[in-house]
């Protein structure tokens, strides 16, 4: 099951209480590539598991100012196929926000992005570039 929620104040214990084991894991911060941060505002997707009451896999998706895109900061699931479910949400929660774009930053090898539309557009260092889709159809 995914759950949708935005941060703000009066939802911090929604999302920290059931995500905050994901967030201090060191093995999780490796495979994000860095510590997770995010801010009132961003919408948070936790993915959890029913039978084990436990999350295991989020996504935070940050509305860019002065811009009709977002930016996924952090997709992070304990399966690849959990991780294609966070993505879809993610993408269909764009569309219903009419955003126009999404980017996001990830190692070069990750296939997800490709997978679900996304085009490699230029490079942030050794292993990582930049990933971005398009979500409106372009007028002719």
């Not at 703000?8 to 994000?32: M, S």
């Not at 860095?34 to 295991?56: C, K, P, Q, Y």
């Not at 002065?66 to 997709?75: E, F, G, M, Q």
């Amino acid at each position: 099951m995914i759950h949708k929620i935005v941060q703000e104040k009066e939802n911090y214990q929604f999302i920290f209480g059931p995500v905050g084991r994901l967030l201090v894991d060191k093995d999780v911060q490796k495979i994000l590539g860095i510590a997770v941060n995010a801010e009132d505002g961003d919408v948070w997707f936790l993915s959890s598991d029913m039978s084990e009451g436990i999350t295991t896999g989020f996504a935070v998706v940050h509305n860019l100012k002065n811009r009709n895109a977002s930016h996924i900061k952090y997709l992070y699931a304990e399966s690849s196929k959990e991780k294609g479910r966070l993505l879809k949400a993610i993408i269909k929660h764009l569309k219903g926000e009419k955003k126009s774009s999404a980017h996001t930053n990830d190692r070069a090898k990750e296939t997800i992005w490709a997978d679900f539309g996304f085009s490699r557009s230029g490079s942030n260092g050794d292993s990582f570039v930049k990933w971005e889709i398009e979500l409106e159809e372009k007028k002719q």
